[in-house]
């Protein structure tokens, strides 16, 4: 069975500082992967897909993600953090067509 | 604008009460899917279904039922055997067999047990 492990439960960075969340997976074979973000009471917004194509993945909000399949991770970075990235972030596997299995979540403080 | 409503947005059961959650999609989606969330446990999955007048138990079916009649609605019962009902319950939707193209979210009901 698939499951995603997200390395860090908070995370807190500064305003215009690098944002690394972290993700490693586990799957018996080639996972699609996603990164989720939800802002306080609201639902899921996908913020970007790795599926078997360019190992780099560019999503919304300047957020980008790199598949490293020898390290079984797909940790999320940004730049430049932004006051509103303040949300909390869900590494989520899928394999085949079973349903999305989620990771636990990290909560991103940004600091003015 | 196509998407996925659920309501209510908030909902309280006295104790021994059953509660119906509802979630209703206009994206001609097969797939809906029912997750519950607490604090710190991320998402789990509830009952998902594929088809009409099919579903299937997740992690954590027990003391929960689903009904799937129509393509477009899906709904959620909270039955009084179910021990610690007060979470977050998202809904959510795909493209039947294209589960690599994500979900799509409602904006979720929180349920409180009064």
């Known amino acids: 069975a698939q499951s995603v492990t997200q390395l860090d439960s908070h995370v807190s960075v500064s305003e215009g500082t690098p944002v690394l969340l972290r993700c490693n997976y586990s799957?018996?074979?080639?996972?699609?992967l996603f990164w989720y973000v939800q802002h306080p009471n609201k639902g899921l917004q996908l913020l970007l897909k790795?599926?078997?194509?360019?190992?780099l993945v560019k999503g919304i909000n300047g957020f980008e993600a790199e598949f490293k399949k020898s390290e079984t991770s797909f940790h999320l970075t940004k730049p430049s953090a932004h006051m509103s990235d303040a949300a909390e972030y869900f590494c989520?596997?899928?394999?085949?067509?079973?349903?999305?299995?989620f990771g636990k979540g990290t909560r991103l403080s940004v600091i003015a | 604008d196509g998407g996925i409503t659920q309501s209510p947005k908030y909902l309280f059961r006295k104790e021994g009460q059953n509660v119906t959650l509802s979630c209703e999609q206009n994206?001609?989606?097969?797939?809906m899917y029912w997750y519950r969330q607490d604090p710190g446990q991320g998402l789990r999955l509830i009952y998902y279904?594929?088809?009409?007048?099919?579903?299937q138990k997740g992690d954590i079916a027990e003391g929960y039922s689903v009904s799937r009649e129509k393509k477009e609605s899906f709904p959620l019962t909270v039955t009084s055997a179910q021990k610690n009902p007060t979470a977050f319950y998202l809904c959510?939707?795909?493209?039947?067999?294209?589960?690599?193209?994500?979900?799509?979210f409602g904006s979720g009901t929180r349920l409180t047990v009064v």
């Open positions: 799957s018996s074979y080639s996972p699609s």
């Open positions: 994206l001609n989606h097969d797939a």
């Open positions: 790795y599926t078997s194509a360019a190992t």
């Open positions: 279904s594929q088809i009409v007048n099919d579903f």
């Open positions: 959510a939707s795909s493209i039947a067999g294209q589960i690599n193209y994500g979900y799509t």
């Open positions: 989520v596997v899928s394999q085949g067509n079973t349903p999305l299995v």
